[in-house]
């Protein structure tokens, strides 16, 4: 969770990848308990002196963001949410059996306890959390589920959304679909960023190319 400062407004970006941005901890805790740390925090801020509140979720950041934005006490606060990549549910094949009663389990048996990905570059490597405990993705998958099954809220509220039809991490055509459905919403695809998962969508890290192009 990082904030930024400015006189009266703070912006917060919700980071919390399917392959582990470090802007979240996503460790022993489980990500209900994230959820509701976040919450606590943004309702600090907000009652402490901010007016307005943007939200920025990456990837399943952004799903947790469409969940603090159906929160009825924090709609007035809201300035604008921003989804980047919004994880509506990953690509990976049996992914959705994570977020059933035996998801934990489930994630044990097919990683052996520990989920781990080989870093594109240095900076990938320093900045991302290359290994974690298989039973994040089973809570990841939850909170998924669990937001997808609000999207009566979430649908009607406004955001600015983008994300690559060519995603190979997340299941993009079910955020174009959203995308056709929320007349609120204002999407852009992109489709040439130099991430080879087409998920990180900016940045100098792993989309330089596509940075000022997503900022404007």
Sequence with gaps: LEGGRHPRHFAFHLAGQVTGSRSIAVVPTTLANNVVATVNVLEAVTNA?????????VSTGATLALLLATRPQWRDSLAATILISPNLAPREAGAALLGGPWGRQIAWLGTGGEHAFEPVNADHARYWTTRYPSRVLAEMMALVVH?????????ERPALVFYS??????????VGAACARASAWRCMAITDANDPSQHVLA???LSPDTTARTAA
Excluded at 49 to 57: K, P
Excluded at 165 to 174: F, G, K, N, Q, Y
């Design 147 to 155: 937001v997808r099954a609000l999207e009566p809220d979430w649908v």
């Design 165 to 174: 039809p060519r995603d190979t991490v997340i299941r993009a055509e079910l």
């Design 49 to 57: 002196s901010c007016d307005r509140v943007v939200l920025i979720g």
């Design 203 to 205: 940045g100098d890290i």
